[in-house]
């Protein structure tokens, strides 16, 4: 009897154990996925659901149509600026990243990203794709936060800053060499196949475990490759047939500009398409009705082209260079598609995601952003009244030139000098005048004023900020990444009187004092005698040039003293019977 009594209550310790084990893998795999898809210079326009006749985009028009859409949703006016504030929830500049390259799309390793708020909360993290916050340990994806990445380099592939694709010219976006977790490797396909396929791969491998996929496509930036298919769906189009006298302003367009619209349509079309094998894998999981699929651009479009009315393109502040579009789907809690109008922005994101995954944010962690949930949920239908700020202009801000501060639905933009060399303003109401044609400015003195002082201050906080007065630098000589390779994205530039060029230089930070061999390497064959110097600090080392074909010069057995460091390289070539200044193509550290 007591025997019997002993097994029954195991038994039922058994099936307890069993029900809370249950339990737990229903938490987990109940905990929401997210994917965010963000492509790389796709305007408001380039969609169909937006009033393009022209594009084919069934996909993305069918998510439009039956998500959350923000129709009111601004990014900076180029890209490494927005990823910034999508990682961090805050203005791009207090995170280190000013500019797109020459050292200005490095976000300081200190930040705290949305990846590493949401694998503190048990996520898995996945970053694919475009990553453009800096090259170099310790700001790479995998040093910010994401477990699996697979990216290149510099703010697109084939720019001069991705050495490994440079050299390809026109074929850099086929079979592009890209960087796995820190490691090189040799894909197959077009670029946006290849990220589309490892994205894939990325949810398939981790369909019962809460997921955060960054899926971060670098089309439909230029240079402006294409499989042949593609472009022959547009190569006969009339771009601009059915669009002008639509009783919405039109831009400026010249063949050229009307032949790249045919390739970044062919390249947006691919994306599209792409999607749906993406869509396709989560439905064929199980998975798709608890996953969050945000769609989003991180900029206007790079040349003059269909923005639905809207002046401005990528690198201006006005609602063409800034307004994309922001599709939110999530069935199980946001039931009804529709537009919401309230001002959203990209800092948004880190907090919205925060509180729709349960995550915490860290208490002592300041930022920009609020939380969209409420509007996302019916709560509310809109939120408190704040003011956004936009520039751009290398390095940093200009008193008043191409920025521009939004408070509710007034904006005031600075558009530079006038012919008096005063300063210039622009007042809109973009509920009365959307397209901003009709500036109001000369009958609202007062309101300007008031815009021009919240422009003025915030200009001031931002040119202070710790990580503008010292940028943030790659550290050399540890285990995480050997050798470095620092290429021409995250170089600076110094211009010195009575020198014709610029002196190309690289901050760094020495782990700790070792011997280090410095490699340089050119695009080219050397063949004609020079000199180079490499200046370290203070000291400086000189290797002559000998005329031997060769394409990388090194300097070995360097001693480099632990701490903040000036790696400049000044190469003079003789070309056309005198010595000519040439920049290098990156240089290779090992130590």
């Given at each position: 009897m007591k025997d019997s009594f002993y097994i029954n209550i195991f038994v039922l310790l058994l099936a307890l154990s069993s029900c809370n084990e249950t339990k737990k893998e229903e938490v987990s795999v109940s905990k929401p996925n997210v994917i965010l898809i963000v492509t790389d210079d796709q305007g408001f326009g380039d969609i169909g659901y937006y009033g393009n006749p022209h594009i084919k985009?069934?996909?993305?028009?069918?998510?439009?149509?039956?998500?959350?859409?923000?129709?009111?949703?601004?990014?900076?006016?180029?890209?490494?600026?927005?990823?910034?504030?999508?990682?961090?929830?805050?203005?791009?500049?207090?995170?280190?990243?000013?500019?797109?390259?020459?050292?200005?799309?490095?976000?300081?390793?200190?930040?705290?990203?949305?990846?590493?708020?949401?694998?503190?909360?048990?996520?898995?993290?996945?970053?694919?794709?475009?990553?453009?916050?800096?090259?170099?340990?310790?700001?790479?994806?995998?040093?910010?936060?994401?477990?699996?990445?697979?990216?290149?380099?510099?703010?697109?592939?084939?720019?001069?800053?991705?050495?490994?694709?440079?050299?390809?010219?026109?074929?850099?976006?086929?079979?592009?060499?890209?960087?796995?977790?820190?490691?090189?490797?040799?894909?197959?396909?077009?670029?946006?196949?290849?990220?589309?396929?490892?994205?894939?791969?990325?949810?398939?491998?981790?369909?019962?475990?809460?997921?955060?996929?960054?899926?971060?496509?670098?089309?439909?930036?230029?240079?402006?490759?294409?499989?042949?298919?593609?472009?022959?769906?547009?190569?006969?189009?009339?771009?601009?047939?059915?669009?002008?006298?639509?009783?919405?302003?039109?831009?400026?367009?010249?063949?050229?500009?009307?032949?790249?619209?045919?390739?970044?349509?062919?390249m947006v079309t691919n994306i599209d398409d792409n999607l749906r094998l993406l869509f396709n894998k989560l439905e064929n999981l199980g998975i798709d009705e608890n996953t969050l699929v945000i769609f989003m651009t991180d900029n206007g479009p790079q040349h003059p082209r269909y923005i639905a009315g809207m002046r401005g393109k990528k690198g201006s502040v006005f609602q063409g260079g800034v307004r994309v579009p922001s599709f939110w789907y999530f069935p199980k809690a946001f039931k009804e598609a529709r537009d919401i109008n309230t001002p959203a922005a990209h800092y948004d994101i880190l907090p919205t995601l925060a509180e729709f995954t349960g995550a915490k944010i860290p208490e002592d962690l300041t930022i920009e952003g609020q939380s969209l949930m409420p509007l996302l949920t019916k709560k509310t239908d809109s939120l408190p009244e704040r003011v956004i700020n936009r520039y751009w202009a290398r390095t940093a801000p200009v008193h008043y030139r191409n920025i521009s501060t939004r408070k509710g639905e007034m904006k005031l933009v600075g558009v530079g000098k006038d012919e008096n060399n005063n300063d210039k303003f622009e007042l809109f109401n973009l509920t009365e005048d959307p397209y901003e044609q009709n500036d109001i400015s000369e009958n609202n003195k007062p309101l300007v004023e008031e815009l021009k002082a919240e422009m003025s201050s915030w200009v001031d906080t931002m040119e202070n900020s710790e990580h503008i007065i010292e940028s943030p630098r790659p550290i050399i000589g540890t285990v995480f990444e050997n050798p470095v390779m620092l290429n021409q994205n995250d170089a600076l530039f110094l211009k010195k009187e009575g020198f014709k060029n610029e002196f190309i230089y690289w901050d760094v930070i020495v782990d700790e004092t070792k011997t280090f061999d410095i490699i340089v390497h050119f695009d080219c064959e050397i063949e004609t005698t020079g000199e180079l110097e490499l200046v370290l600090g203070d000291t400086s080392k000189t290797l002559k040039i000998e005329a031997n074909g060769k394409t990388s010069f090194s300097f070995n057995n360097i001693e480099l003293e632990k701490g903040a460091l000036t790696i400049m390289l000044k190469t003079y070539l003789k070309r056309k019977g005198e010595l000519q200044y040439v920049y290098p193509f990156y240089i290779e550290i090992k130590g």
């Open positions: 985009t069934p996909v993305l028009d069918s998510l439009a149509s039956k998500s959350v859409r923000f129709d009111d949703f601004s990014v900076n006016p180029v890209c490494a600026p927005t990823r910034s504030a999508i990682m961090t929830g805050k203005y791009s500049m207090t995170t280190g990243v000013h500019d797109t390259y020459r050292g200005g799309a490095m976000m300081a390793p200190s930040e705290v990203t949305i990846a590493e708020i949401l694998k503190a909360s048990g996520y898995r993290t996945g970053m694919i794709g475009k990553w453009h916050l800096g090259d170099n340990y310790p700001m790479r994806p995998q040093d910010q936060g994401f477990d699996y990445t697979l990216n290149h380099l510099s703010g697109g592939i084939g720019q001069y800053g991705d050495w490994p694709n440079t050299l390809k010219r026109d074929s850099s976006y086929f079979n592009p060499i890209l960087w796995k977790n820190g490691k090189q490797v040799k894909t197959q396909g077009y670029c946006t196949d290849v990220f589309t396929e490892a994205a894939m791969d990325y949810i398939e491998d981790h369909k019962n475990d809460p997921f955060f996929l960054y899926l971060s496509y670098n089309a439909p930036h230029g240079p402006l490759q294409l499989p042949q298919k593609y472009y022959d769906m547009y190569k006969d189009v009339d771009i601009d047939a059915g669009l002008i006298n639509q009783g919405k302003p039109y831009p400026n367009v010249t063949d050229h500009s009307r032949e790249n619209s045919r390739k970044v349509y062919g």
